[in-house]
């Protein structure tokens, strides 16, 4: 009996594992529909080093990237003993460190500057969302880190549902955003699987979104912005689609047709674009890589004017595309997962047109 | 005999229930709070200000959960270090030291209390260590001992796929619906104990389990006499009383309901004649004991005792934080009260402006109108002028 159950579990690991790599061969999504038709946009890096650090001080997977009104560039890395956010001159001059030692930093994902020049800070690791004033000091928080004694909570597996989401706590989010009134959105996250609205004093408002396939379900909600009109742009990544949903969380539409938007981004001014990244993936599959890595520029409506880029690991390459800035319309800050880099990419949108 | 008993309970239940209706006209206290309060330098960040006290020339303690807790492993073990420091500024907010850095004892903070000396006293419910500085900053005495090692619990991972080519959902925790609260933190085994990712810790016992050792406890008290009354704790549920050398007199409680017992006895403080009130907060009641730990009293109408405090001076007064839960925005007020559990006011609410409280944990009141909050969920101190 005993040996019985040894030959069915060692099967059973055969099929698995034999299955897994034919996952592995399969796994490999169409190019994005908008590929084969949306014409090349020129572009120019500043270069792989862009970024010039002090001797002893190194960036680690670059997560989040974000400029404010002085061109200053915040960069939100996984890196040290646990995750670190540095400041760096409009010229790519390090200028400092906030937040060293933070309790609310353990796994950085994503940084954004609202519009009075606070640097916003989300942590997936503590299940934070951190506020700082522009001279680098804690405003706001939302979410708490688990307690110390806790110890580790299973991640629930991507075809399990989650459980249900509560108002003040966080499952691993992604994004922040704000609307014109000061009204927060996070895209939270991987557990979670939701958009949620806060006032600008972290009251809650409402939440949209369970895991799954549906519309205004979420497969990782995993970067998020606002128009605007105060529309809500949500990358819900694994399901391949980027869903907008009005101020008050109605889903408005759907735009499938420029692959795994890993990260977005709507330009400020009149007339608004929305970039979207298909990044490459990064556990460095480089089938996947090979139709991936390109970035679109759309109109809000959807409607794709452009791409630039793709998948590699020189400069004017992208290394898995985690976050992007566009306060200037053509000229993007990427920040790289793989690559442990920040490129500011130069468009060069007239010389397509031509 | 028992059924006498309960009889007695619910009559006793009539009579506080009494005063829940009076609650409704509770007058409200006027107050101020001053903006940026306490001024760091610029490497330095606050973390959960769990704790907050001032001594005698109002200089400012804060007793924080900062930075990331440490696990080392060695041989079949793992170790716990830092996550807990210990600031001090001066009564103007100004920032003048770190004391403790890299202290032992220092895991997870609980709270800070000064005693009449000028001493500091911390309680750090991670090490299971209650640890009292002179007013210079050298350790001077230790209650309690550390555990050797500690269990890394961790719940069994969710039968999970490989990880799929968008990355993402490899590793980590979500957040899910929990509350500083009892029952969430290692247990059992401790010293020489093996590391073990495993089911998580035992359940605590809640057993009052007397003795020198504690198991999550949370704040401390002195008598007159320099006697030293320990809340112990999140998992052990009981009162400890040491004389002023820290030898061991006796202690009194254990899980439950009933009078004398405690859920999460989280804060203690004691009036000039040296009876002891213990904040009770799940059991959503104040319990107050003469000096030997006999049952006086009890208030059960100021919502959950997060965090209490009482005046000292001739006539002395109990303020009593009904703090917000750390995963909602209700309640918040703190009551001001005669030591008798008469409601003179209260003040305040749950939010994250100035003025409002997330999730207060600990209260100064050395001045009866200046009242200091620790807050747990804003990460800040908040010094507060009433006008009552």
């Not at chain 1, 609307?179 to 949620?196: E, H, K, L, M, P």
């Amino acid at each position: 009996m005993k040996r019985f159950s040894i030959v069915v579990a060692f099967s059973a690991m055969v099929l698995f594992t034999s299955s897994l790599f034919a996952q592995e061969r399969n796994n490999v999504p169409p190019p994005a529909t908008a590929f084969a038709t949306a014409p090349e946009i020129p572009y120019d890096s500043a270069g792989a080093n862009y970024l010039k650090f002090p001797a002893g001080l190194y960036l680690g997977e670059a997560m989040g990237v974000a400029r404010n009104s002085k061109g200053q560039i915040l960069v939100y890395t996984r890196s040290g003993e646990a995750t670190r956010l540095f400041q760096f001159d409009s010229e790519g001059n390090y200028q400092r460190e906030i937040g060293q030692g933070l309790y609310g930093f353990a796994m950085a994902h994503g940084v954004r500057i609202d519009s009075q020049d606070n640097i916003w800070a989300v942590d997936e690791g503590t299940d934070m969302v951190i506020k700082f004033n522009p001279e680098g000091r804690v405003m706001m928080l939302l979410g708490r880190r688990p307690e110390y004694g806790e110890g580790l909570i299973a991640t629930p597996a991507n075809n399990a549902v989650p459980p249900p989401a509560v108002p003040y706590r966080f499952g691993r989010p992604t994004d922040i955003a704000w609307d014109a009134q000061g009204n927060i959105f996070i895209s939270d996250g991987y557990t979670n699987s939701r958009v949620v609205k806060y006032d600008k004093w972290g009251k809650f408002i409402k939440s949209v979104g369970t895991r799954g396939t549906e519309p205004s379900q979420f497969n990782t909600p995993h970067s998020i912005q606002t128009d605007a009109n105060g529309n809500v742009y949500v990358a819900d990544r694994g399901n391949r689609r980027i869903q907008v949903l009005s101020n008050d969380l109605t889903l408005r539409a759907i735009y499938d047709h420029v692959g795994s938007p890993w990260a977005v981004c709507i330009t400020p001014g009149p007339h608004q674009y929305l970039y979207s990244s298909n990044s490459n993936p990064d556990n460095n599959n480089s089938n996947v890589a090979a139709v991936t890595g390109e970035i679109y520029k759309m109109e809000l409506d959807g409607t794709v004017l452009g791409k630039f880029g793709k998948a590699g690991k020189l400069a004017k390459e992208f290394t898995t595309v985690h976050a992007m800035d566009c306060r200037n319309p053509n000229e993007i800050m990427t920040a790289e997962i793989t690559g442990w880099r920040v490129q500011k990419i130069t468009l060069h949108p007239q010389a397509a047109a031509k | 005999m028992r059924r006498t008993f309960q009889i007695l309970l619910a009559a006793a239940g009539m009579f506080f229930a009494a005063p829940l209706f009076a609650q409704l006209t509770v007058p409200e206290i006027t107050y101020d709070s001053a903006p940026n309060l306490l001024k760091l330098p610029d490497n330095i960040y606050m973390g959960e200000a769990v704790g907050v006290a001032t001594n005698s020339k109002g200089h400012i303690y804060v007793f924080t959960r900062t930075g990331s807790t440490n696990v080392t492993t060695g041989t079949n073990r793992a170790f716990v270090r830092s996550s807990s420091r210990l600031f001090e500024f001066d009564q103007t907010g100004k920032f003048v030291r770190e004391m403790g850095q890299g202290l032992y004892g220092f895991i997870f903070a609980h709270a800070v209390r000064v005693d009449p000396q000028d001493n500091i006293w911390v309680i750090d419910e991670g090490s299971d260590m209650v640890i009292k500085f002179d007013p210079e900053g050298h350790v001077i005495m230790t209650m309690g001992r550390k555990p050797e090692a500690i269990r890394v619990p961790a719940a069994m991972p969710m039968a999970a796929p490989m990880p799929m080519m968008q990355g993402g959902n490899a590793a980590g925790g979500p957040g899910g619906p929990m509350r500083e609260g009892p029952g969430m933190m290692m247990g059992g085994q401790r010293e020489g104990g093996a590391m073990a990712m495993g089911p998580a810790r035992e359940a605590p016992t809640g057993a009052g389990a007397p003795g020198d050792n504690f198991d999550r406890p949370t704040d401390v008290a002195w008598d007159a006499a320099g006697n030293i009354f320990v809340a112990d704790g999140y998992n052990n549920s009981r009162v400890a009383k040491f004389d002023k050398d820290g030898k061991y007199i006796k202690s009194w409680g254990s899980r439950g309901t009933q009078p004398s017992q405690f859920h999460t006895v989280h804060s203690i403080a004691t009036d000039a004649k040296g009876n002891v009130y213990v904040g009770d907060r799940e059991n959503r009641r104040i319990q107050v004991f003469d000096n030997d730990g006999n049952f006086k009293s009890m208030y059960i109408n100021v919502g959950a005792p997060w965090a209490i405090c009482i005046t000292p001076g001739q006539h002395q007064y109990l303020y009593s934080s009904n703090s917000n839960g750390t995963a909602d925005m209700d309640n918040g007020e703190i009551y001001k009260m005669e030591l008798d559990g008469k409601i003179l006011g209260k003040f305040g609410s749950a939010g994250k402006q100035l003025k409002e409280f997330g999730s207060v944990h600990e209260m100064d009141c050395r001045n009866p109108n200046e009242v200091y909050v620790g807050e747990l969920t804003n990460w800040r101190v908040q010094k507060l002028t009433l006008h009552p």
